[in-house]
C-alpha cells in the first residue's frame, strides 16, 4: 500500500503534465489531501485517454473492464498491479469513495470510443455529469465535503464544456465529435458533425451556445458559494480558470481554431491566486 502522506512522483509528473490546471489547484488544498486528489486524478486521465491508445473501439472496450475489475479488486481488498494503483487504492479506502461513481465514470468515457455524436445537449450534459461531475464530486469527497454534491456537479459539468471546446481540433484529429447533433442542425450544419475553421458563423453559434451553458453552470456555483465548506475551496478554483478560460474564447471570437491559450497564460494564474486569496468563486 503506498504511503498517503506523499504524492508518488510518476503520479505528480503525470497530473502535473496532462492535467496541468486541476494540478494547480491540488497545490492549493491541504497538505495531507493532494495524495489522493493526484491519485483521483491520474485515474482519470488513464480512463480518459483510452481513446487515443486503441486502434478500434473493441479494444478500448476491454480496457475499461479491465479498469471496472480492478476497482471492483480494491473494493474486496486487492488491488491489481499498475503504476497508480497503490494511490487510487489508498485514496479510495481512506476517503470512502463511491464505487458507483468511479464506475459512473469508466461507463461515461466508453462514450469517447465510438465516432458517435451526442444526439442534443441533454445527451452530452449526461456525458459530462458521468465523467466530469462525478470527478469533481470526488474530489470534494476527498477534502472533506459530502453536502454540496450538487455544486461540485455544477462546477465539473461547467469545467467538462469548457474542456470539450478548448479540445475541438483534437478531437477532429481522433475522428470524434462532441457537438450536439441537435445545436449543429440547428445552425444549419446538419450534413456534418465537425466544426470547422472555414465557417466561422457556425463556430461562433455552436460554441458561444456552449460557452453561455458552462457560464450558467458557474453561475449556479457562485449562487452556492455560502455552501462551499473552507476545506474544499482548492476545488472551486476551477471556477477562476474556468471564466478565465471564457475569456480567452470570447477573445477568439467563439474560434476553437483560433485560441491563444499561452498568451493568457499568465493572466490565468494571476486570477487563480487572486481567486484563492480572496475567496472569489
Not at 473552507?230 to 480567452?248: C, G, Q
Amino acid at each position: 500500500m503506498s504511503d498517503s502522506s506523499k504524492i508518488s512522483p510518476h503520479i505528480q509528473e503525470m497530473i502535473e503534465q496532462y492535467d496541468h490546471d486541476r494540478y494547480l489547484t491540488v497545490l492549493y488544498a491541504p497538505e495531507d489531501k493532494r495524495p489522493a486528489l493526484c491519485a483521483l486524478y491520474a485515474f482519470n486521465y488513464e480512463i480518459s485517454r483510452i481513446r487515443e491508445t486503441v486502434s478500434e473501439p473493441m479494444l478500448g472496450e476491454i480496457r475499461l473492464q479491465w479498469w471496472r475489475e480492478a476497482i471492483d479488486d480494491v473494493y474486496a481488498g486487492s488491488p491489481r498491479p499498475h503504476e497508480i494503483m497503490p494511490d487510487l487504492a489508498m485514496a479510495i479506502t481512506t476517503n470512502d469513495l463511491s464505487r458507483d461513481r468511479l464506475m459512473a465514470m469508466i461507463e461515461g468515457r466508453a462514450l469517447d470510443l465510438y465516432e458517435d455524436s451526442p444526439k442534443d445537449e441533454a445527451a452530452l450534459k449526461d456525458y459530462l455529469l458521468k465523467t466530469a461531475g462525478n470527478l469533481a464530486c470526488l474530489a470534494a469527497h476527498i477534502l472533506g465535503q459530502r453536502d454540496a454534491d450538487d455544486l461540485a456537479q455544477e462546477l465539473g459539468i461547467a469545467w467538462g464544456y469548457i474542456g470539450l471546446i478548448r479540445a475541438v481540433p483534437y478531437h477532429m484529429s481522433l475522428k470524434k465529435s462532441n457537438m450536439p447533433e441537435s445545436l449543429m442542425a440547428a445552425h444549419g450544419v446538419s450534413d456534418q458533425k465537425f466544426l470547422s475553421p472555414d465557417k466561422q458563423e457556425v463556430n461562433r453559434a455552436v460554441v458561444g451556445s456552449l460557452c453561455q451553458t458552462a457560464e450558467d453552470h458557474l453561475a449556479r456555483v457562485r449562487a452556492g458559494k455560502k455552501r462551499i465548506a473552507a476545506e474544499a475551496r482548492s476545488l472551486y478554483l476551477l471556477s477562476a480558470l474556468s471564466r478565465s478560460y471564457l475569456k480567452t474564447i470570447r477573445k477568439a471570437d467563439y474560434n476553437p481554431f483560433a485560441l491563444e491559450e499561452k498568451a493568457d497564460a499568465f493572466f490565468r494564474h494571476l486570477r487563480l491566486l487572486s481567486s484563492a486569496l480572496f475567496n472569489r468563486i
